[in-house]
């Protein structure tokens, strides 16, 4: 029998690790959490031979997943890959908005929450749990603000791996209940997700599980680089003006300015970037204070609070990382108050009938804002980011009753 998953038998590329802020080399194919500094590794590949490997014909015979660009990912045996079906996600186009806003050009969502758990953690946690596997780690344990949590769990079931979660306690509670339910150990926390992460770093002597923080390990930005990828082929191998990416560890961000410069080594895209935005919510903007303040490291932000939850990390590792790729694509950080992503979620789910999550609505909320103050102009070609499905979040009520004895007030139907 075929394949059901499509993933295509190739060679892979990875030649070594490096450090993201010092450059110094780092084995692969060995268990790695952060360089020497304490900042993120990045996986570096033999882009000369992914050049003659990867090209457009072979990709034209390829499933439509993520693991078409398997020769740009690092998992070098596909046994070890616990996929469930990371589809390419829909680019769909936001027409009516357009025209509200005065536009000559696209405005794009790329709908990642159409992945396996519903948000695009599934990349990233695809990837880190197949490299674990690779590298025959049994016990992993994360942070999370919920749907990396849920990510985890699923890919670590796949790979018959034991997961550890902690998350803050008012997290969603349909987060942790997806959690539980699919097979991992989960514990709500008093405190923010990176008081929850100093719990996964003092676990690590007594419990022996392995650290898959956001960007403390090498891989999860791998799987997040594909949204990059796919962008680009999806538009004909061209970018956007503007990508807007709801920003929280920033492992998106990150890896879609990776897969940028990767593409361009092996010849695919040109020397054209997209002005990359990073989005954060106004109860929670450590990016955006430090990009006014021309710093390149971040503080924590105190009393973090917003209803995007994805978003609300109050201090994130790879801080110069994203910050870095802000500056060099010329783009800007910004941010949104919770009325206006609940607007902005509310106006497109009534107008295109696409429903976002709150961290997806504030895309739209800072373009908005950015062309109001005229960071981004009508003429533009912009990608949102929906990072996960609406319905995994709490809507607002509907409360039209009918009785169904009585006589049906028509009028008051057609009036409603
Ligand atoms: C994790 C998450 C984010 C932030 O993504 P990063 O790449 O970690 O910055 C945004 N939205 C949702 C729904 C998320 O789950």
């Known amino acids: 029998m075929i394949d059901p998953h499509g993933i295509p038998e190739t060679e892979t590329f990875v030649t070594h690790l490096e450090c993201g802020y010092e450059g110094d080399r780092y084995e692969a194919d060995t268990i790695q959490n952060l360089s020497k500094a304490g900042k993120p590794l990045l996986v570096r590949y033999d882009l000369e031979g992914v050049k003659k490997a990867l090209t457009k014909d072979v990709l034209a015979s390829r499933a439509a997943t993520m693991w078409r660009y398997r020769e740009l990912l690092p998992v070098r045996r596909k046994e070890n890959i616990t996929t469930l079906g990371e589809i390419m996600t829909p680019l769909v186009r936001l027409p009516a908005v357009e025209k509200s806003n005065g536009a000559s050009a696209p405005i794009i969502v790329k709908d990642e929450g159409r992945l396996p758990t519903g948000s695009f953690k599934a990349r990233g946690l695809v990837m880190a749990v197949s490299m674990a596997k690779e590298l025959g780690i049994k016990r992993v344990a994360m942070p999370t603000n919920g749907n990396a949590g849920a990510a985890m769990a699923a890919y670590c079931r796949r790979g018959g791996m034991e997961a550890y979660i902690f998350c803050p306690e008012d997290t969603p509670d349909i987060n942790v209940r997806e959690i539980q339910l699919q097979g991992a150990k989960v514990w709500k926390v008093n405190g923010y997700i990176d008081d929850c992460g100093k719990i996964v770093g003092e676990g690590k002597g ?193 409360t039209r009753m009918l009785d169904r004895h009585k006589p049906i007030d028509w009028a008051a139907i057609a009036a409603a």
Request: with cysteine; aromatic share 8%.
């Open 206 to 398: 007594p419990m022996g599980w392995f650290d898959t923080s956001t960007l403390k390990e090498p891989y999860r930005i791998e799987g997040k680089k594909t949204m990059g990828l796919e962008l680009a082929e999806q538009l004909g191998w061209q970018v956007p003006d503007v990508i807007l990416y709801p920003t929280g560890g920033g492992t998106g961000l990150i890896g879609m300015w990776k897969a940028f410069n990767e593409l361009e080594a092996i010849g695919l895209i040109g020397s054209k970037r997209p002005r990359m935005v990073a989005v954060q919510a106004a109860g929670c903007a450590p990016m955006v204070r430090a990009f006014e303040a021309g710093e390149r490291h971040a503080t924590r932000w105190e009393n973090a609070k917003t209803i995007a939850y994805g978003v609300r990390v109050p201090q994130a590792i790879g801080d110069f990382l994203i910050l870095d790729a802000v500056r060099e694509s010329k783009g800007f950080a910004i941010a949104v108050e919770d009325e206006a992503i609940q607007s902005a979620q509310e106006e497109i789910a009534r107008d295109e009938g696409l429903l976002l999550c709150p961290e997806g609505a504030a895309t739209y909320a800072a373009y908005r804002k950015a062309r109001a103050d005229g960071r981004i102009r009508a003429d533009e070609s912009c990608v949102l980011f929906n990072c996960a499905t609406g319905l995994k979040y709490e809507m607002p009520a509907a």
